[in-house]
């Protein structure tokens, strides 16, 4: 009796993990490591940079920005289980002193600190942070999406084509 009642609630607990955060706008796809960072490298990622990964899932954004560009980075997370499997791999990666990881909505943090915003979100989220990006964000800002674009703004990056986006604030 007992298996039978695993069989049923453990698939479904995944599933709710796994889907719960569509109803934000950001299911966990994450962005393949080999895209990572020509993403970050797009943007021009430097020491002097401060990157927000919005939805930083697992942590590979921050920690790249972090390790392979010596950038400070902030990851956004909303799900517990992300947010703390994000914890260790920072920990893991011995990148705790230039990583900053923040549990909840993205939507409710301030951005204003931001050189650099990653993004892998849903076109309806991206087109929704239109405004907190223009509110919040310094001429100059660079945002960086992986796959799905912003509309009606001018892509700047040469690799559209490879999934790869560039916005930059004016």
């Not at 990666?93 to 549990?103: E, S």
Request: charged share 25%.
């Amino acid at each position: 009796m007992l298996f039978f009642w695993l069989i049923l609630i453990v698939p479904a607990l995944y599933l709710i993990w796994k889907y719960w955060s569509f109803v934000i706008g950001a299911g966990y796809d994450p962005t393949p490591y080999e895209k990572v960072n020509p993403l970050l490298g797009l943007a021009g990622m430097d020491e002097n940079d401060v990157l927000y990964d919005l939805g930083c899932g697992d942590g590979r954004l921050i920690i790249s920005a972090a390790r392979d560009f010596g950038a400070r980075a902030v990851g956004i997370e909303a799900d517990p289980i992300r947010y703390l499997v994000a914890v260790l791999n920072v920990r893991k990666a011995g990148q705790q002193d230039r990583i900053r990881i923040l549990f909840g909505n993205f939507f409710r943090f301030p951005l204003k600190e931001a050189t650099v915003v990653s993004l892998f979100l849903y076109p309806p989220v991206n087109n929704k942070l239109k405004t907190k990006f223009t509110k919040e964000l310094k001429k100059g800002a660079r945002i960086v999406s992986y796959l799905w674009a912003i509309d009606g703004w001018e892509d700047k990056g040469p690799l559209s084509k490879e999934g790869l986006h560039l916005y930059i604030m004016e």
